[in-house]
């Protein structure tokens, strides 16, 4: 069992929530680099809508297309394996899922 | 084998027409005696014949680099180029970005012709011990080789050192030293061989590398 994030504290900045954890090494592992392009949902309501599915030896988690598009994620851009954790904030468990690489520190050259 | 020029075209002439390609080059020296610009007029260099570069710099940033461009004409067209063909990225090791992932960086530079990273000393800073080093030092290097056409590693010295101590020599394609030379009592900048990998070269012949307001100039051997 690996720990999970524990919640630090949540502030109110303007119309924004800003929630602090603190979180694993194991958790960081899926965070570090980036701060965008993750999909954390509250697995509680989630599980009519999750489709668990196997490939290869192992079993994987599927978001069906509908909570895609009511969420605005591209499909185009989704990998066809991200990596993903569930974390436990407070007894309740979240589903994260890093929905694109982070390209910190990558050449981008204008008009590439 | 095709070849990457300097910028100075003395120093191509005793290197067979410059840098061999993806070969990675230590450019080691004292602070001071010029290594900085040195990388960013390889790069101009590069960016004037249509290739890209790209300034790793984990020194200095972006703001003091353009300034140090600016006191020297031949150093001030690379605002021209700048994030169109040259980019200087400043990458703050440890704080945003961790060792694993800026070793691992290079993998994604195979759009890049040309390389400069400021400087190596860092990375050793960052590193658990010597081995740890040796281990991301050769992870950098083979990524550069594998995907850039050449590339610069500085390499902060202390005086009359090649490196660290820790191997840079070994792990790099080529060494070009910079040091300084006292001669009549006044202090000279100057440029040295020491390895070349698929080069002939004279090895250990001190040249003289004058950096003024007009540029960066290498003049022939002058000091045996």
């Known amino acids: ?112 | 084998m095709k070849r990457y020029t300097t910028g100075l075209s003395n120093l191509d002439k005793l290197i067979g027409g410059g840098l061999p390609e993806h070969t990675v080059t230590l450019l080691s020296g004292n602070a001071g005696t010029g290594k900085t610009l040195f990388a960013l007029n390889f790069l101009l260099a590069g960016a004037k014949k249509g290739e890209k570069g790209v300034f790793v710099s984990l020194n200095e940033g972006k703001g003091d680099l353009l300034r140090a461009c600016d006191g020297i004409a031949q150093l001030k067209p690379i605002r021209k180029y700048l994030n169109k063909s040259i980019l200087i990225q400043e990458i703050d090791l440890e704080e945003v970005i961790d060792l694993e992932y800026f070793t691992k960086i290079f993998e994604k530079y195979s759009n890049v012709d040309r390389v400069a990273i400021d400087n190596v000393n860092k990375l050793l800073l960052f590193s658990n011990g010597d081995k740890d080093y040796r281990i991301n030092l050769s992870r950098v290097i083979k990524n550069l080789r594998a995907n850039v056409g050449s590339s610069l590693l500085l390499c902060e010295t202390l005086d009359h050192t090649l490196d660290t101590n820790r191997g840079e020599t070994y792990e790099a394609d080529g060494v070009i030293n910079l040091s300084f030379l006292e001669v009549e009592e006044k202090p000279s900048r100057t440029l040295e061989i020491t390895k070349m990998r698929y080069t002939p070269f004279d090895a250990y012949v001190q040249h003289e590398l004058s950096i003024s307001k007009k540029g960066l100039k290498l003049t022939k051997a002058k000091f045996i």
Do not use: C, W
């Not at chain 1, 290869?56 to 994620?73: C, D, V």
């Open chain 1, 1 to 112: 069992m690996y720990p999970m994030a524990k919640l630090k504290g949540i502030e109110l900045e303007d119309d924004h929530f800003l929630v602090s954890f603190r979180i694993s090494k194991r958790e960081y592992d899926l965070f570090k680099h980036g701060n965008k392009h993750f999909l954390l949902v509250p697995l509680s309501g989630m599980y009519n809508q999750l489709t668990i599915g196997t490939l290869g030896n192992s079993y994987r988690l599927m978001l069906p297309k509908k909570f895609l598009k009511e969420h605005g994620i591209a499909e185009d851009k989704l990998p066809k394996k991200a990596d993903a954790g569930v974390f436990s904030i407070g007894g309740e468990k979240y589903l994260t899922v890093r929905i694109s690489s982070s390209t910190l520190g990558e050449p981008q050259f204008e008009g590439e």
